[in-house]
């Protein structure tokens, strides 16, 4: 059975940082890109962050420079590094693994910025 959890969002200031996790099971870690999603209350969910089997990255131009995603293999779960956050970040945040035709979510975790 896949699961993906998700943790370390909530309630953090304009500005401020947090770091989620994403842990992963049911699955061969090192074969799968991973990548963070979010969505706002009455928006699509949209790509935030994404990191493939061999390491390279991309990222949405609204977070770039400010988010970092990195992964562990040896611990099956990938990161998401937010610094500067800002409100417009308000939203839930989900972790998605994808290889081939299989693709697996996370319940997301809640990450709040304001003042």
């Known amino acids: 059975q896949v699961q993906l959890v998700e943790s370390g969002g909530g309630l953090v200031q304009p500005g401020g940082s947090l770091r989620l996790s994403c842990a992963a099971s049911?699955?061969?870690?090192?074969?799968?890109?991973m990548a963070w999603y979010r969505q706002a209350p009455g928006k699509e969910r949209e790509l935030v962050a994404g990191i493939g089997t061999g390491g390279i990255t991309n990222y949405a131009g609204s977070v770039k420079g400010r988010f970092t995603i990195s992964r562990d293999n040896a611990k099956n779960t990938v990161y998401l590094q937010m610094n500067s956050l800002k409100p417009e970040d308000t939203a839930r945040y989900y972790c998605?693994?994808?290889?081939?035709?299989?693709?697996?979510w996370g319940q997301g975790t809640q990450v709040t910025v304001s003042s």
């Open positions: 998605n693994a994808a290889a081939y035709s299989d693709s697996y």
């Open positions: 049911g699955i061969i870690f090192s074969r799968f890109a």
